[in-house]
């Protein structure tokens, strides 16, 4: 039996931030990083707001969200007591959101939730549709998977002239995430009819419309698609679940600080590859190939998604996305990576995402794949 529930109200399109002009009287917390306030882009919501509201501002978030920085933002949650508070920027704001409020009620900060609206800036985590955020903690070097309905937005505001201004590389790393969250939610465990069809419509934007974006930043009918694509695979992912990509991706982030779409992107052919052991899966996976027109139906399963993989790869190569560990610019070095691997094969065992894989992940299957990423 299939239980569906989407829990967010989604107001999208050009204007859609005009809704903010609703509330007046208010104490609204607007969370978001130091790059948005700075280059004016805050104004953006800022001039939304009706004279009549209180607001604080904490621009300190920071790329893959630490603990402190959470505790930071339940700092500011005690202090003004906001009525609204508002997650700005990409997944990182918003996850930073989420995080305060699921801690602030689990140890009784505040009583009731504040309404939460978030207003996503990039096109991929798609964190404006779920119950899941993903912090850091820097102690231990790996990413700590929150999931419960309390994390859930009220409402997300999609307006995609605020995605004209991100650069080439992010919004190839942002699309990838957003790809991935299509790619394996459509091959979890609890993917139904309904996500199937979310997933396969996803993929197909994405596949039209991030080269475009990537290539024309300023494309304003490609960024409201990419937009879309992205809140569309946060639904399904949120109902479907994810994998094994997304379970190496944060050992990745957590151990490396290397981008969370940039590991997907490197992990997301191998993933692929190594669920097709499972039948099911391999169906699957063909039958997006043979839908989309990836590949003919004449060809056999197994030739369909080494077609869906070739194109995922042709897509990086085009983009300059890095295919492996070794060609990032970041210092790597083999004998440093291999020393990590058993860690971050243990940490990726018990990842929150590695639950709704379609196979079972065994710690040396881990070890083996975090090598071939190398």
Known sequence: MDRFQIMTKVVSGIGALQVLQEYKKERILIICDTFLRQSGILESVLCELHDSNRFSIYDGVKPDPSVEIVAQVITHIITLKPTKIIGFGGGSSIDTV?????????????????????IPTTSGTGS????????????????????????????????????????????????????????????????????????????????????????????????????TAANMAGIAFNLAGLGVIHSIAHQLGGMFH?????????????????????????????????????????????????????LIKALRKEMEIESCIRELDLNIERNMYDEMISIMAKNASQDGCLTENPVSVSIPEFLELFKKLY
């Open 128 to 227: 404006e549709m779920t119950s899941f955020a993903v912090i850091s903690d820097v102690k231990e070097k790996k990413k700590i998977a929150l999931i419960h309905d309390s994390m859930y937005a009220d409402m997300a505001l999609l307006d995609p002239k605020l995605t004209l201004s991100v650069p080439p590389l992010i919004t190839a790393h942002t699309g990838f995430d957003a790809l991935t969250h299509a790619l394996e939610s459509y091959v979890a465990k609890k993917a139904s009819f309904f996500t199937d069809g979310i997933d396969v419509k996803v993929v197909s934007l994405i596949l039209e419309n991030l080269i475009l974006c990537y290539k024309n930043g300023k494309n304003l009918k490609a960024r409201e698609a990419m937009s």
């Open 98 to 118: 989420k995080a305060a409020i699921y801690f602030s009620l689990q140890q009784n900060v505040i009583e009731d939730k504040p309404e939460f609206i978030a």
């Open 258 to 310: 290397i981008p969370h779409g940039l590991a997907c992107a490197i992990a997301l052919p191998i993933g692929i590859q190594f669920n097709c052991r499972q039948q099911e899966t391999l169906n699957k996976y063909a039958e997006m190939s043979y839908q989309l027109g990836i590949a003919p139906r004449t060809v056999s399963l197994k030739h369909a998604v080494d077609l869906l993989c070739t």
